[in-house]
């Protein structure tokens, strides 16, 4: 970790709570190569502080009063685009931490962060390279996974009205049964037919009733994976 120039790398930190901006600036005045200009406990006050310093990095919280950080970021951004930003904070939604990303966050560290990784990212950004803790690249890579898996299922390309015959369907309905049910004819009927076994790549009933049970499956177990704590977490409960 150090400074292109050969200098030192100096540090501003924003946090509204005592105790968080207390123990991150303690961990950081332990790196001889770091020197904390400053701390805020505001978005307001990091941006002033930024003006006044000029940092080569400011580590910030995303929830803060006044002004939140990442307003406070895309005015730092604005003014002092060379300036690496770390958002400290505790996990976000993915939207939340794209929004952060293309908003100009060089880096993500959560705020149980340790001396270790505290290094590791400030030398990360400081390279021009971006850095995002475990858990945050982990909430990242599983949504686009996720969304992947939701784009590519041929369920994800059938309508409503479609849904609703396939469901009858494979409840063992035939074409007048699921027209009386759905109130329409049944040339309607076979038509949504069609058009479901085209879109799920299928030839036959039994086939169709496969697919959509495989799909109906996978997320149930998605949906169990999601609702499930971990291990540790049962143990202690």
């Given at each position: 970790?150090?400074?292109?120039?050969?200098?030192?790398?100096?540090?501003?930190?924003?946090?509204?709570?005592?105790?968080?901006?207390?123990?991150?600036?303690?961990?950081?005045?332990?790196?001889?190569?770091l020197?904390?200009?400053?701390?805020?406990?505001?978005?307001?006050?990091?941006?002033?502080?930024?003006e006044?310093?000029?940092?080569?990095?400011?580590?910030?919280?995303?929830?803060?009063?006044?002004?939140?950080?990442?307003?406070a970021?895309?005015?730092?951004?604005?003014?002092?685009?060379?300036?690496?930003?770390?958002?400290?904070?505790?996990?976000?939604?993915?939207?939340e931490?794209?929004?952060?990303?293309?908003?100009?966050?060089d880096?993500?560290?959560?705020?149980?962060?340790?001396?270790?990784?505290?290094?590791?990212?400030?030398?990360?950004?400081m390279?021009?390279?971006?850095?995002?803790?475990p858990?945050?690249a982990?909430?990242?890579?599983?949504?686009?996974?996720?969304?992947?898996?939701?784009?590519?299922?041929?369920?994800?390309?059938?309508?409503?009205r479609?849904r609703?015959?396939?469901?009858?369907?494979?409840a063992?309905?035939?074409?007048?049964?699921?027209?009386?049910?759905?109130?329409?004819?049944?040339?309607?009927?076979?038509?949504?037919i069609?058009?479901?076994?085209?879109?799920?790549?299928?030839?036959?009933?039994?086939?169709?009733?496969?697919?959509?049970?495989?799909?109906?499956?996978?997320?149930a177990?998605?949906?169990?994976?999601?609702?499930?704590?971990?291990?540790?977490?049962?143990?202690?409960?």
């Amino acid at each position: 970790m150090s400074n292109p120039n050969g200098t030192t790398i100096s540090v501003l930190l924003a946090d509204d709570d005592d105790l968080i901006r207390e123990a991150v600036s303690y961990l950081l005045k332990s790196f001889s190569e770091l020197n904390v200009v400053g701390t805020a406990k505001n978005g307001l006050e990091a941006v002033q502080l930024t003006e006044l310093h000029n940092p080569d990095v400011v580590i910030i919280d995303l929830m803060m009063p006044e002004m939140d950080g990442l307003t406070a970021l895309k005015l730092i951004k604005q003014s002092h685009p060379q300036t690496k930003i770390i958002a400290l904070t505790a996990v976000e939604t993915p939207s939340e931490v794209m929004s952060g990303l293309l908003n100009g966050i060089d880096g993500y560290l959560l705020k149980r962060v340790t001396k270790e990784e505290l290094r590791l990212a400030i030398g990360r950004v400081m390279k021009g390279q971006r850095y995002l803790c475990p858990d945050v690249a982990d909430l990242i890579f599983n949504s686009y996974v996720e969304e992947r898996s939701h784009q590519e299922s041929p369920i994800a390309k059938i309508t409503n009205r479609e849904r609703e015959v396939l469901e009858l369907s494979c409840a063992g309905y035939k074409g007048k049964a699921i027209a009386d049910r759905l109130n329409i004819s049944i040339k309607t009927v076979e038509k949504h037919i069609s058009n479901l076994r085209s879109k799920l790549q299928v030839n036959t009933a039994a086939e169709m009733a496969m697919a959509y049970t495989r799909w109906k499956d996978s997320n149930a177990v998605k949906f169990l994976q999601a609702k499930t704590p971990p291990a540790a977490d049962r143990r202690s409960a």
